[in-house]
């Protein structure tokens, strides 16, 4: 599973680009309307309210440009073909990468689980970090299937509650 170490350097690029995006102000987080939001192969909700951006293999929603609120969905290939059998060892390796990331961002790995999306066991990371004068907490939640590995982000302003859009983005999240 040497490619997610691979791909952990492409979650630094994503990463960066969010927390570059994240200097306004945020939106509400307890929104009842959703919507599905598509991806070129994968489908999650988002609050109806907020803005839906594209970038290459990226799909992301905030309230507006800029808020510290954002979810997102980055897919990367795998070099090899992952099972559930292999969760385990993929667990040590997400772990070390997840870490070096919050290294990273000059920020501190708060906590690491393993979580249900979609019927498969998955890892799930919160970091806390800061960027602009601003504090951040980010859930960095990998998902791995056949061939290819999904990056459920979700961030927030540390002053705020976690977003009902975490756990939103985590129940939701679909591959198709």
């Not at 909700?45 to 507006?64: C, G, I, L, M, Y």
């Not at 795998?78 to 961002?105: I, M, N, Q, W």
């Not at 004068?133 to 540390?158: M, N």
Request: contains cysteine; hydrophobic residues 40%; charged residues 20%.
């Amino acid at each position: 599973m040497s490619s997610l170490i691979r791909s952990a350097a492409c979650l630094l690029v994503v990463s960066a680009v969010a927390v570059a995006a994240g200097c306004g102000g945020g939106g509400g987080s307890s929104q009842t309307a959703v919507k599905r939001v598509r991806g070129s192969n994968f489908i999650f909700e988002a609050p109806a309210s907020w803005e839906v951006s594209r970038v290459d293999t990226q799909v992301s929603a905030s309230p507006k440009p800029a808020a510290p609120e954002l979810v997102s969905v980055s897919v990367f290939p795998l070099r090899r073909v992952y099972r559930p059998a292999l969760f385990a060892a993929v667990t040590k390796e997400l772990d070390t990468v997840a870490g070096r990331l919050a290294t990273r961002l000059h920020g501190k790995l708060v906590s690491s689980k393993t979580v249900d999306v979609d019927g498969d066991k998955v890892r799930q990371y919160r970091i806390a970090y800061s960027s602009g004068g601003q504090d951040y907490q980010q859930l960095i939640t990998f998902v791995l299937r056949g061939k290819t590995e999904y990056q459920l982000l979700c961030r927030w302003a540390q002053s705020e509650q976690e977003p009902d859009a975490c756990a939103r983005l985590v129940k939701t999240f679909t591959p198709v």
